[in-house]
């Protein structure tokens, strides 16, 4: 590993960045899923599903689009891009203090 990420600061920066990448990349494949209409009965896209629910809990249903899939789009996206833009910040913040 390279020096610049042996610090604390730095090593909490990547882990933050890197959880906001998996929690977009869950809502990204939710919103995939559902646009290519994955089987509900399957255990994975369920489980990516409720996942995806639980991460956009206070933006899934913000949009009231009368197309369901601008719905899902809008409302998992805007998710998606919230944790990716915060998660980032934060991280690039961290990298920046050191």
């Known amino acids: 590993m390279s020096p610049r990420y042996r610090n604390g600061a730095n090593q909490a920066g990547t882990v933050i960045a890197i959880v906001a990448d998996i929690m977009a990349l869950i809502l990204g494949l939710w919103i995939l899923m559902y646009l290519l209409d994955a089987n509900p009965g399957n255990d994975f896209v369920q489980f990516v599903h409720d996942a995806a629910r639980w991460l956009a809990g206070w933006s899934h249903d913000l949009f009231t689009f009368?197309?369901?899939?601008?719905?899902?789009?809008?409302?998992?996206?805007?998710a998606a891009v919230v944790y990716l833009f915060v998660g980032h910040a934060i991280a690039g913040r961290l990298h920046r203090q050191h």
């Not at 009368?66 to 805007?78: C, I, K, N, P, T």
Request: hydrophobic share 55%.
């Open 66 to 78: 009368d197309e369901a899939w601008a719905r899902v789009v809008a409302g998992y996206g805007l």
